[in-house]
């Protein structure tokens, strides 16, 4: 977070959007020791830097139809980014499945998004062998790109962690390192 942070600019409001896992600590405190419930520290927030507003929605470009909503969960599962923006309405952009893909949904009134941005952690984090059970999990590494122009979301792009060890990752039909420019 202090990375983005760093860079993000003066102008930019800086959001964290909780998830189902960010919750942890502070429901263990409470069912353990529920004296504790309130007290600083034992809840994630309060480890987080204030700079941040921590919620469990955003909404971007407005409130009308080409607004996007950005939450860690809203529907699950596959096909979730097309579950999302027919139970919303609109574009959403999700974590949870820890998938990476973009599906676009059209309609009379337009082309809306199902954007899942797959995670930042290294697929292969010790977090994940026990949680996973160690099977496959079509989770990838990674992030996404939104251009808005007009008061319209453009199409998505995705960022694909291609090897975390190498830093590679691929944008635009290009191999780069990270740090280090475009491969050719």
Known sequence: M???????????????????????LSTKISSACPELEGVHGMDLRDHLDPDWTVCWEAIANGSGINAVEFRHRHKSGHGAGRNNVLAAGRSVVSGHTHHLNCTRVSNSLGHFWGIDTGMMAPLGSKAFKAYTEMAQTGWASGSAVLTFAGGRLLWPELVHVVDEQAGLVSFRGDLIRVGAGSLH
């Open 2 to 24: 202090a990375e983005i942070k760093s860079v993000a600019g003066l102008d930019c409001e800086l959001i964290f959007i909780m998830g189902n896992h960010d919750q942890r």
